[in-house]
RNA sequence: AGGGGUAUCGCCAAGCGGUAAGGCAGUGGAUUCUGAUUCCACCACCCGGGGGUUCGAAUCCCUCUACCCCCGCCA
């Protein structure tokens, strides 16, 4: 077995596999790099992160922590057509906030001068030329997937006047795709990267960081390596859609005669079902409306995933289980929200809260009185105290901690059966009240005063069910707002599209320690899953609770 | 015969010639003042199909099949 592959972190957490730690161990075994290990996570400067960036950063930033090395964080802007400053800042706010620290921050356009120079250098050894065909021109002499392509007419003309152009066309002579410069490879390769890749283009745009002082912009293929190369970075990580590009960014640092060069590695994307994963949709939803945001509860984005309430360390345990091979996946949902309740579950403590409300009257309770009880923070750690709570005669309990007609193996409240309301009395159900429709409205109980919690009539006799409740005089209303999946499968499409109607707000009732919690904080409501006091919405005195995660049950109503 | 990849349980994923790890999901049970948590147990005679090599293969060879990526002056 490869040290690599199953691993037990410091969290008892699972590591999934890993091929990337195999060949740096080889590296490393024969001292292929005289520098430390490096890598870097280069997004392009287009939009906000998301769960699939974080696997990225989690494999560029965890890698370099493993052997020791070190992390950078480069802005890939080389295309000003497509970039703004305005995602700068999320991104880097969204990789502190994931808990990483970065080695060096880098604009790949502060390479521009270096890589003018080494765009000078190919032309000059004669790797590269000056093309003036139109863009359809190149287009269509580039062959197909069966088909070789034909030579540029430019190909073979001399490396000064190529030279010249380029010089000229940094200068502002050249109009967007009048020429660029080509990499002189082979137009009959099997691999289209190979066939004389345009590295250069004229682009009269502004930049968001070099503003106008350039008008000539490098192509990825060509910036990528000597960006690398540059940083020293020994391991260049990215996905599986670049492994046709390998042999173009090796050719790069091999015509530019780069001293051990940095080696690409490629790995899988992260896909969830049931999400929303490409940066182009996000941009539509957010644009159009649909989405309050980038930072949208119900989207996939860090930010989104941090205002609906999953912590760092669930998100980084999640894409560290699953772990890295060169295999398409698509991950099932249940996985992310395992790791985020896991982590959730030691760090929240426990609120009585009722989403959908039935009114309880607890007839033999003498009315107007009220008893404050002690209530357990955290179900089963007694480390984390009590809390008082006020009980008196008309309480609010859940809807479906009510059946009329009882299913099978159903152990809560029904006509005739006794249940344990937490952390107070036993009570029976006597009678219920409809209305007009016939809808029950108003339970009405007995309760036993010799089963009060903590006192030996609490543990006297058995009941199977304990349910969750709240004062009717003393609770206080929050605002609820329950998410579902953040994309459903359109097989129509087949695509998974967003679900606008994935969003329910409620009024709940709550108790009101409730009231002290702080926006951003997290609570775990009875039963119905974990929840975070809002942090971008919430006002004093009327904070607004979004859904992490529910809770799992193995109740389930089929199995009457 | 374009090229490059990938195929191991419903979903991820180990395995690298010695007779199928683990996680999620699921199932059964114990504990429980949340049908949560915790805790046990079960969950691939088989590794995309077919050949072959070998005492022995998911692992080597041949072949077939399926899926993904590549014809931007995007990244």
Not at 46 to 63: E, R, S
Not at 168 to 178: C, N, P, S, T
Not at 255 to 262: G, K, R, T, V
Not at 507 to 512: I, N
Request: proline content about 6%; some cysteine.
């Amino acid at each position: 077995m490869s040290e690599n592959t199953v691993k037990t972190a410091d969290t008892g957490i699972t590591m999934g596999g890993n091929f990337i730690h195999d060949i740096i161990d080889q590296d490393l075994a024969d001292h292929k790099y005289s520098r430390e290990i490096t890598t870097r996570f280069p997004p392009e400067p287009n939009g906000y992160l998301h769960i699939g960036h974080v696997k990225a950063i989690c494999i560029d930033f965890g890698t370099a922590m493993k052997y020791g090395g070190k992390c950078n964080l480069r802005y890939d802007d080389t295309n000003p057509a497509k970039e703004e400053e305005e995602y700068v800042g999320s991104i880097e706010g969204d990789i502190r906030w994931l808990g990483f620290q970065w080695n060096q921050l880098n604009y790949a356009s502060d390479y521009f001068p270096k890589m003018y120079e080494c765009c000078e250098e190919l032309i000059r050894k004669g790797k590269a030329y000056a093309c003036q065909m139109t863009p359809d021109d190149i287009k269509n002499s580039r062959g197909t997937l069966t088909e070789p392509g034909k030579n540029s007419p430019y190909r073979d003309r001399p490396a000064e006047e190529s030279l010249q152009i380029f010089h000229d066309m940094r200068d502002g002579k050249y109009g967007d795709g009048e020429v660029c410069i080509r990499a002189k490879i082979d137009m009959a390769s099997p691999n289209m990267n190979m066939r004389d890749p345009v590295i250069y283009r004229v682009l009269h745009v502004t930049h968001h960081h070099t503003g106008d002082r350039w008008c000539v912009y490098p192509i990825y293929d060509f910036a990528h390596p000597i960006e690398d190369a540059i940083e020293g970075i020994t391991h260049s990580l990215c996905s599986l859609e670049f492994e046709d590009h390998r042999p173009l960014y090796n050719w790069v640092l091999e015509s530019l005669d780069w001293p051990e060069p940095p080696q690409q590695i490629e790995f899988a994307k992260l896909n969830l079902s049931n999400t929303i994963m490409s940066k182009r949709y996000i941009r539509k939803l957010v644009e159009s409306g649909v989405v309050e945001g980038w930072d949208d509860p119900r989207l996939c984005t860090i930010a989104g995933m941090r205002r609906r309430g999953y912590t760092p360390e669930g998100i980084k345990n999640f894409v560290m289980a699953v772990g890295v091979s060169k295999a398409n996946s698509n991950i099932d949902m249940s996985q992310l929200e395992f790791f985020i309740r896991d982590d959730l579950k030691d760090k929240t403590e426990s609120r009585m809260v009722v989403l959908h409300p039935l009114k309880l009257i607890i007839d033999n309770y003498p009315e107007g009185q009220t008893e404050w009880l002690p209530v357990e923070n955290k179900a089963g750690d007694e480390s984390k105290g009590t809390h008082e709570m006020p009980f008196s005669r008309e309480l609010w309990v859940e809807q479906e901690d009510f059946m009329e007609v009882p299913a099978k193996k159903y152990f809560r409240l029904f006509p005739g059966n006794e249940v344990r309301l937490k952390g107070a009395y036993f009570v029976t159900c006597n009678s219920v009240v409809k209305d007009e429709n016939g809808n029950v409205v108003e339970l009405h109980c007995t309760y036993d005063p010799d089963t009060k919690s903590g006192t030996p009539g609490a543990d006297a006799r058995k009941v199977k069910g304990t349910i969750h409740w709240v004062d009717a005089g003393s609770c206080i209303d929050i605002p609820v707002r329950e998410y579902g999946y953040l994309a459903q499968y359109n097989e129509e499409t087949g695509y998974n599209e967003f679900d606008p109607n994935s969003k329910t707000d409620l009024t709940a009732k709550a108790e009101p320690f409730l009231k002290e919690i702080a926006p951003g904080e997290r609570v775990q409501f009875f039963r119905n899953g974990y929840y975070i006091a809002d942090a971008v919405l919430s006002k004093p005195g009327a904070p607004v609770f979004n859904q992490i995660v529910g809770l799992k049950s193995s109740w389930k109503p089929e199995a009457k």
